[in-house]
């Protein structure tokens, strides 16, 4: 059983950057591929980006393409969101999940991931 406990989430304005954490306990997070998914008000939850297991394959949205950053430190234990150039369209509650498959591979569907974190919300003003 692996447990996720996301953090960074805030209220910010256009162009500025944060960066999300989320802690993991439990289970073998190595063995883990994981991802960051968002769910806006109102709308689907949707994946934003995946890092598989060792951490050199990643796969992003085109919206977050070249602002946004996944990575991984399997000896912490953390999996990371460095979030730059942030528009509002970027607001939603921010959630990683763990996929416990030790593979390159990385899905985007929600149904893939068994694990989730309560998520952290991200605001971005105009």
């Known amino acids: 059983q692996v447990q996720l406990v996301e953090s960074g989430g805030g209220l910010v304005q256009a162009g500025d950057s944060l960066r999300l954490s989320c802690a993991a306990s439990g289970g073998t997070f190595s063995r883990n591929a994981m991802a960051w998914f968002r769910q806006a008000p109102g709308k689907e939850r949707e994946f934003v980006v995946g890092?598989?297991?060792?951490?050199?394959?990643?796969l992003y949205i085109d919206s977050v393409k070249g602002r946004f950053t996944i990575s991984r430190d399997n000896f912490k234990n953390t999996l990371y969101l460095q979030m730059n150039s942030l528009k509002p369209e970027d607001t939603a509650v921010y959630y990683c999940?763990?996929?416990?498959?030790?593979?390159?591979?990385?899905?985007?569907?929600?149904?893939?991931?068994?694990?989730w974190g309560q998520g952290t919300q991200v605001t971005v003003s105009s």
């Open positions: 890092i598989s297991s060792a951490g050199p394959s990643t």
């Open positions: 999940a763990a996929r416990p498959r030790f593979t390159e591979v990385i899905k985007t569907e929600a149904g893939n991931y068994n694990y």
